[in-house]
């Protein structure tokens, strides 16, 4: 399915998608697909990231990696629940008959989205730059301060962004170096 919709939309750079294993699946892709290795990034959702290794926390983190934004994960489960009222009517119809209905609630799903895609973009626009300028704001305040230096407590460490920024820097590349 990935191969075709890479195929069918060739000025689609790279394909980001979340998955609820995307640990175990990206690199099966990689693994058996390696052509696809540049084009496609799986990363787990929030909800599902809590049932997984710490390794998966840092690599499959979906706030950890750009192009993701502010994504729950769990976004197709919202259109299953608009459909729900169909499952009753659904049991006692014919196969074309619940292919229809679900058409129809899709069409109108669909046509009530684009009607309120302006405003929630941009709902979700200004929650991300108030998430943006809070953290702005703590990372002005953290920088500059000083903390004792784990090796020598008598000496003091200036916060630096290249400070903050190396853990998070050494763990990636741990787990990504780990056999």
């Known amino acids: 399915m990935l191969e075709e919709i890479l195929a069918d939309a060739p000025e689609v750079g790279s394909l ?13 892709v990689h693994r058996f697909k390696p ?9 787990i959702g929030r ?14 983190n979906l706030l950890r990696t750009s192009g993701y934004g502010l994504m729950v994960g769990e976004e197709p489960e919202h259109l ?9 009517s659904g049991r006692v119809s014919s196969g074309p008959s619940r292919t229809q209905k679900i058409d129809t609630c899709g069409i109108y799903n ?9 405003y929630n973009l941009d709902r979700r626009w200004r929650k991300m730059m108030n998430v ?16 004792p230096d784990a090796s020598d ?26 056999q």
């Open 16 to 28: 980001n998608l979340c998955y609820d294993v995307a640990c175990v699946f990206e690199s099966a």
């Open 35 to 43: 052509e696809l290795q540049g084009r496609l990034r799986a990363r």
């Open 47 to 60: 909800f599902h990231l809590y049932g997984h290794e710490h390794s998966c926390h840092i690599l499959f």
């Open 80 to 88: 299953w629940f608009v459909l729900l009222h169909l499952i009753r």
């Open 110 to 118: 669909a046509a009530k989205g684009l009607e309120n895609m302006g």
């Open 132 to 147: 943006y300028e809070e953290a702005s704001k703590t990372k002005g305040k953290v920088l500059s301060m000083t903390i």
């Open 153 to 178: 407590p008598l000496r003091r460490v200036v916060i630096t962004e290249a400070y903050l920024e190396d853990p998070a820097r050494d763990q990636t590349e741990y787990y990504i170096n780990y």
